[in-house]
């Protein structure tokens, strides 16, 4: 990795303002390799050169990959002048140049990949890819092998092409039934518009998975955590 300037280097990894990483090295709390560093154009290598800020090691990483349990009720958009997004529950350290992996409805819960790595974002989403995402769902009325059929040949939803085959599977079928269902695309509300299709409303929608990447069970929902380095060595040998 090419060579930086610390205050710039300070300012990706601390998420801190210029003037800031600036009053840091003045006030003596900066280190490269294990001396104090007494001007901020200092230059510094990422991942060669040790860094610390009051005695902590900074580490840096060109790309960042958080996993998000969105929770209903909030917009998946990097801004919006009147709803609450999901870059509003993000740490302020992890903001700067990310966004959302893909789009989840304001009223859909579950896994939500926020990144600044733009040629992972493209691959997950390209449709020549196929990425499968997982949803848990629940509906109205009971489901059953003829809407699984249904799925699985590629229903028209009043789009200009059918979708591409997606699996239904059925956990409970009755008044209420759940399900998971397994598609490789992302139209427009399109599991709630294939329940409507065959006589259903979905009354709760939840992403479970992308790809080889899984909701983690301790994520509350409106909590993010850090993927770890063998999360994202799947991700990219997945669309590799």
């Known amino acids: 990795m090419k060579a930086m300037r610390l205050d710039k280097f300070l300012c990706a990894v601390c998420g801190c303002t210029r003037s800031e990483a600036k009053k ?37 990483r060109e790309y960042e990959y958080l996993m998000l349990n969105k929770p209903k009720g909030v917009v998946t958009a990097t801004r919006d002048s009147r709803e609450q997004t999901v870059m509003d529950l993000i740490p302020e350290v992890h903001k700067k140049g990310m966004f959302p992996v893909g789009r989840l409805d304001k009223d859909t819960e579950g896994l ?4 600044n790595d733009g040629e992972l974002g493209h691959r997950l989403l390209s449709p020549k890819h196929h990425v499968t995402k997982r949803y848990s769902v629940t ?4 489901i059953g092998r003829a809407q699984q059929e ?15 085959p997606a699996r239904l599977k059925i956990l409970k079928s009755g008044e209420v039934s759940e399900a998971e269902v397994f598609i490789t695309e ?11 299709a065959v006589g259903s409303q979905v009354l709760k929608l939840k992403r479970l998975s992308m790809g080889p990447l899984l909701l983690d069970p301790e994520l509350l929902p409106g909590q993010s955590r850090e993927l770890t380095e063998e999360e994202i060595r799947c991700l990219k040998e997945n669309q590799c």
């Open 186 to 196: 992302g139209r427009f509300h399109q599991i709630k518009r294939m329940f409507e």
């Open 24 to 60: 840091m090295v003045r006030q003596g709390r900066v280190l490269a390799a294990g001396e104090t560093v007494k001007k901020p154009e200092q230059k510094v290598v990422p991942g060669q050169d040790e860094v610390t800020l009051d005695g902590k090691e900074l580490k840096y």
């Open 112 to 115: 939500l990949l926020i990144t």
């Open 150 to 164: 249904v799925f699985e040949s590629g229903m028209d939803i009043g789009d200009e092409k059918p979708l591409k």
């Open 139 to 142: 509906v109205t009325g009971q």
